[in-house]
Structures are given as C-alpha cells and as structure tokens.
C-alpha cells in the first residue's frame, strides 16, 4: 500500500441495491485509512447509505472483484468520524443490512436515531421498508 493522500478505497453502500464505491483514503499505516470527503455522502440524503463516512478511520483487506483487478475493501471501523450524522447513518446501514441486535441495550443505544426516523416518516420522508421493520421490532421489545 503507498503513502499517498489520492489512495482508493471501496466503501459498501447502500442505494436500492448493495454496491462498492471507490473513495479517496488517506493512508495512515499499514491498512488503516481516514476517509476524505468524497461526492457519494450526502448529510439530507437517506436513500444513499454508506456503511462509512468520511471522517471515519477504517480498516481494509484486499478483494478480487468479479473483474479480475484487485481493490481494497473497507471492512472494520476504526475510529468514529464526528460528523453528528454519523449515528443516524450507522443506524440506517445497519438496519437496511438487518445487522443490529434486537435487543434493550441496542435500542437505548439508538433510541435518538429512531424517534428522527419516526418524525421524518410522519413528514413522508421515504426509509427502506428493512428500516421500519427494524424500528417495529424495537418497538415491540
């Protein structure tokens, strides 16, 4: 891996289907990389949903694409970036991908992120249909 500060890095996202989008990276060692501003995050956007953000520190691994190049994967958070979207997009992803635990302890955890989505629904703001099934089950908790 250089050290260069225009480094490439796939980042999962979410837009009606699952897909990989290339970012810039900043390398900071090994295979730690800080996300750079880029043009697929959109703060007011929550049908484009970025497993992370720029500002976020991730950990990558090599991949094989179904093209036969290789590219490096953003896989493990590292460091939270301090974007205040930053939970409400956590949340968002990993609710779409059903990844949270369904449990008290998750949903005290994300409690401000839900109510959010619960006004912005009211308002017919749309959310992927794995997002309000999520929200229901934490409701019947």
């Known amino acids: 891996m250089t050290n260069s500060d225009d480094n490439i890095i796939y980042i999962e996202m979410i837009d ?3 897909c990989w989008v290339p970012t810039k ?8 990389f800080l996300i750079l501003d880029n043009d697929y995050f ?3 956007d929550t049908l484009i949903l970025p497993e992370f953000i720029p ?7 090599e991949h094989l694409f179904s093209d036969k190049t290789n590219g490096l994967l953003a896989k493990t958070l590292l460091k939270s970036s301090d974007n205040p979207s ?3 997009f956590e949340f968002l992803f990993k609710a779409t991908k059903q990844t949270l635990p369904i449990d008290t302890e998750t949903k ?3 409690l401000q992120q839900i109510q959010y989505i619960k006004e912005r629904q009211l ?3 749309f959310f992927y249909p794995a997002i309000l099934d999520t929200i229901k ?3 019947n908790l």
């Not at 990276?25 to 730690?32: C, T, V």
């Not at 500002?55 to 691994?61: I, L, P, R």
């Open 137 to 139: 089950k934490f409701d």
């Open 42 to 44: 959109d703060e007011d």
């Open 86 to 88: 930053k939970k409400l």
């Open 55 to 61: 500002g976020d520190t991730v950990g990558v691994v």
């Open 16 to 18: 009606g289907t699952t």
């Open 108 to 110: 005290s955890v994300y």
């Open 123 to 125: 308002a017919n703001e």
């Open 25 to 32: 990276a900043q390398l900071i060692d090994g295979n730690k």
